[in-house]
């Protein structure tokens, strides 16, 4: 590592390792669990949901109690199905290429695709090992995250980040190729061996002048994703809308929304939008990131949502949702990390 990517890392708290930015304000989660009497306090947050979202949970599950007609068409495909069986179903439903592929329980954009035809589609299916969902491609404008939580006794809550996001692309100047115009590019230097596998084939192209060039589909900010603050436009308009979603749901009381939409105007009247993820408790509030703030901010910004957490954890607690025990959450989340840790390393091996 370079003298100027030093500078750049030091300069850039948000691209510090997880556990450099989370260590200082451990002790208080800590806490929490100490009041709690449990390590998985977490888990009644959102009582449908597995873990209560912290992490592992299945998108179906999540899809399933939402409104209908308010997340993409949604195909569920095992690995073992034939390839000529899956044609059938994806004829059957409707969706047309391109369409959209991710693991049906996945995080940080591992193995989400893009996918362009048929034989890509066989491609992709030919290498995956778990379930994963097939969707419709949302074709909207705009990708926004919003930050959710409400108390379950009480009609409203409170919608704490609002964000635009944006795609990892570089663009081209004509006389440079995509290997060095990524070299270029501060946001893609930390993942330089990803993207070298993912552009194999297009390394040495000269990208023409003023062309974008997409690097990732997956616009989460662990795939280099852009966070651009919003929160000059929440209001009780769009706060209707989500806790509109909330009481449909009845039971998702803390997390963040992916969302596509063609207009943040129209996301506030409750129309043309599709939910693309409900991320439960384990949803790190993203506003940390696009709201310009120092790290001190930052953990100001992630106490609160944890005090908030625990307060929603224990009031359904107190109501009947029991925490989870010891070795139940202790031995999911470990096969949840073995998942990922597959899921991490399919990736960074597959250029399609």
Request: hydrophobic share 35%; net charge positive; aromatic share 14%.
């Amino acid at each position: 590592m370079n003298v100027k990517t030093i500078s750049f890392r030091l300069a850039h708290w948000e691209t510090w390792h997880y556990l450099a930015k989370y260590i200082p304000i451990m002790p208080v989660w800590a806490w929490y669990c100490l009041r709690a009497r449990s390590c998985w306090f977490f888990t009644p947050s959102n009582p449908t949901l597995t873990f209560g979202g912290f992490e592992g949970e299945s998108k179906k599950e999540m899809f399933d109690q939402l409104p209908p007609g308010s997340y993409p068409r949604s195909i569920y495909i095992s690995p073992s199905l034939p390839y000529e069986e899956l044609e059938k179903l994806v004829a059957a439903s409707g969706i047309v290429y391109p369409l959209a592929v991710k693991p049906d329980v996945g995080m940080m954009g591992f193995m989400f695709r893009k996918i362009g035809s048929a034989a890509k589609l066989k491609e992709y299916h030919g290498r995956m090992p778990v379930d994963y969902v097939l969707q419709d491609l949302i074709r909207y404008p705009l990708e926004v995250s919003v930050f959710y939580y409400r108390m379950p006794n009480e009609g409203s809550g409170t919608i704490t980040g609002f964000l635009k996001k944006g795609f990892l692309e570089v663009i081209g100047d004509g006389r440079s190729t995509l290997w060095e115009l990524m070299l270029e590019y501060p946001r893609v230097r930390f993942r330089l061996e990803e993207m070298r596998t993912k552009h194999l084939s297009r390394l040495n192209d000269i990208i023409p002048r003023g062309e974008i060039y997409c690097l990732s589909n997956a616009l989460n900010l662990s795939r280099g994703g852009q966070l651009i603050s919003l929160k000059h436009e929440k209001d009780e308009r769009l706060l209707k809308v989500f806790d509109g979603l909330s009481h449909y749901t009845k039971t998702f009381y803390y997390g963040r929304y992916d969302i596509k939409c063609a207009s943040i105007e129209d996301l506030k009247e409750g129309k043309n939008f599709f939910i693309l993820e409900y991320n439960g408790c384990g949803a790190e509030p993203h506003h940390i990131y696009g709201d310009g703030n120092t790290l001190l901010q930052a953990y100001r910004i992630l106490l609160h949502h944890w005090a908030q957490l625990y307060r929603i954890s224990k009031y359904n607690k107190d109501n009947g949702v029991p925490y989870w025990k010891f070795r139940r959450g202790w031995k999911f989340l470990r096969s949840a990390k073995k998942h990922f840790a597959m899921l991490r390393q399919l990736d960074a091996n597959t250029e399609l």
